[in-house]
Structures are given as structure tokens and as C-alpha cells.
């Protein structure tokens, strides 16, 4: 089948309920579209999840691809240590992944070199895709933990080039119509983190300007725009996800995918955007 649907999501770890304790609700657009991407995933019944995080492994000249069997995690250093989600991990996917981007000269390595936990990033995800399960009846408690029941693969970025993270995108969706399973992509990733000068990190005038154009790109479908960003003006406005959006655009490149800006909003000084990539045919 090949890649179903792809959904490019943010991660603030205060979504979360446990841990924004009612301030999430300041946020409340980003929630009810993370909760539509959610449940729209788990109607569209993958057999495995693509996922694409900053703040997995990153390495200057190589993209660390998660082997390990299962990745589990929770909001601890957020303050909710009782909040936990567990994943299986497609270790046979991911290692064909590794195989193939090494037959096109670029470097990714495992968990067995680099081994890493559940990251927030992915963590703030898969909640979402797990509640949506729970919903359904499709999930759960194992142990201390939530069990996701559709098995994930997770992907981090480097400062390779952006087209090197576009073929990266290609090679995951080759493999996944070589598999023949219906995937679905998640692209995690947060916009600016200059957006207001009281914010955590400050204001620049780059941050909304990248912020508007994200929208624009989102909204339009056309995600070559991901690829025209100036490096140092994406530097200067402190995102976080355009790599990861731009893997995604490369998975999802040429399928004749609607798109549809969910929601894009920034009250806390990051921006947050969600948005959905949906089969036309």
C-alpha cells in the first residue's frame, strides 16, 4: 500500500495534560487538530508509523534511525513521571532503511552505535495516537505504561543538506510500498521559537515571518517551498521542524496528496502548527 497519510504535528510537552495542568487550553486550536490527526490515523488502521523527530539522536553527517525492538517513555522531567506511553519498533523496516540510504551514500546509524530513549518529541505524538486508540478500544495498560498498538519507526535529522533530507524522504516511502504496508508519516516539529518578547526564548523579526510562510506552504500544498527556506534566515527564526517536515514532503512527493492547514497559532512565543496531507485519488 505504501504511505496512506501524512500529518506534520507539534511537540509542546505542556499539551499534555499532566503536565500543562489547564494550561494547554491556551492552545486549544493546536489540541482539537492534533486530537483530528489522531483519530483520523487510527481510522486509517497503518500497520506502522513513520515518525520524524528533532530531538531523537541528531548528528552533523548522519541520521540516526531507532532499531531498537521497543521504545517506551514519559513526562518525568515535564513533571508527570505517571504519564507513559510504550511503542513496538518495525526493526525490520528500520534496518532496511539504514541499508538503503547507505547504498546512496548516506550515513544513518542505529541504536545498537547510538541507543536513545523515547524523546519528548515522539512521546507528545504517539499520546496523541494512543488516546485516539483508547477511544476506539483499540489500546491498553501494560504494566505502567500505554502500549501503542500499531508498531512506529522512528527517524532523526542532521545538518546534511535539505535535499539530502528530502531523499531520505524517498527512501521511506519506496520502501513502504516495497513492503507493502499502509503507512502512515508523522512529522514532528515545532516553527519558531521567537515569537514574542516575552516568550521563553525572545523575539526576532524572522520568527513570524517563517511562521507565515510555513502556513502558506502548508495551506497551498506546495512543499517545495520547504526547500527554498534560506538556511541562516530558518537559523536566525530558532525552528525546530523544518527538516522534519522536509523528509516528509520527500516521502510524500509526486502521490497527488490534499492538503489542509489544520491550525497555526503561537500564544506562548512558539508557533504550533498542524496540518494534514490526505490521499486525492
Known amino acids: 500500500m505504501g504511505i496512506v497519510a501524512a500529518y506534520a504535528v507539534p511537540h509542546p510537552p505542556l499539551i499534555v495534560p499532566a503536565v500543562g495542568r489547564g494550561d494547554e487550553r491556551a492552545i486549544q486550536a493546536t489540541v482539537d487538530a492534533y486530537n483530528q490527526v489522531a483519530r ?27 532499531t531498537d525492538p521497543q521504545l517506551n517513555g514519559d513526562m518525568a522531567q515535564f513533571g508527570a513521571p505517571k504519564t507513559r506511553v510504550e511503542a ?78 528530502r531523499q531520505v524522504g524517498h527512501h521511506i516511502a519506496k520502501l513502504a510500498d516495497e513492503a507493502g504496508k499502509r503507512v502512515v508519516f508523522l512529522a514532528s516539529g515545532d516553527l519558531s521559537h521567537k515569537l514574542k518578547e516575552d516568550g521563553p526564548y525572545g523575539f526576532v523579526p524572522e520568527g513570524p515571518v517563517f511562521d507565515a510562510k510555513i502556513g502558506e506552504i502548508f495551506s497551498s500544498g506546495e512543499l517545495e517551498g520547504l526547500f527554498e527556506f534560506d538556511p541562516a534566515f530558518a537559523d536566525a527564526a530558532a525552528e525546530c521542524g523544518l527538516r522534519s517536515f522536509q523528509i516528509m514532503a520527500g516521502a510524500i512527493e509526486g502521490r497527488g496528496f490534499a492538503s489542509e492547514l489544520l491550525s497555526l497559532e503561537g500564544p506562548f512565543g512558539v508557533g504550533y502548527g498542524v496540518a494534514a496531507f490526505r490521499d486525492s485519488k
Open 40 to 66: 483520523e490515523i487510527v481510522a486509517l488502521d497503518p500497520d506502522l508509523i513513520v515518525l520524524t523527530s528533532p530531538h531523537a539522536p541528531f548528528f552533523r553527517d548522519a541520521f540516526h534511525i531507532t
Open 88 to 165: 513496538s519498533c518495525d526493526v525490520e523496516f528500520a534496518q532496511a532503511l539504514i541499508g538503503k540510504l547507505g547504498d546512496d551514500g548516506i550515513l544513518a546509524v542505529g541504536s545498537e552505535q547510538y541507543p536513545s530513549g523515547m524523546d519528548h518529541a515522539t512521546f507528545v505524538g504517539l499520546y496523541f495516537v494512543l488516546e485516539a486508540f483508547k477511544e476506539a478500544g483499540g489500546a491498553a495498560e501494560v504494566g505502567r505504561s500505554a502500549f501503542v498498538p500499531c508498531p512506529i519507526v522512528r527517524v532523526g535529522l542532521s545538518m546534511l543538506s535539505f535535499e539530502t533530507h
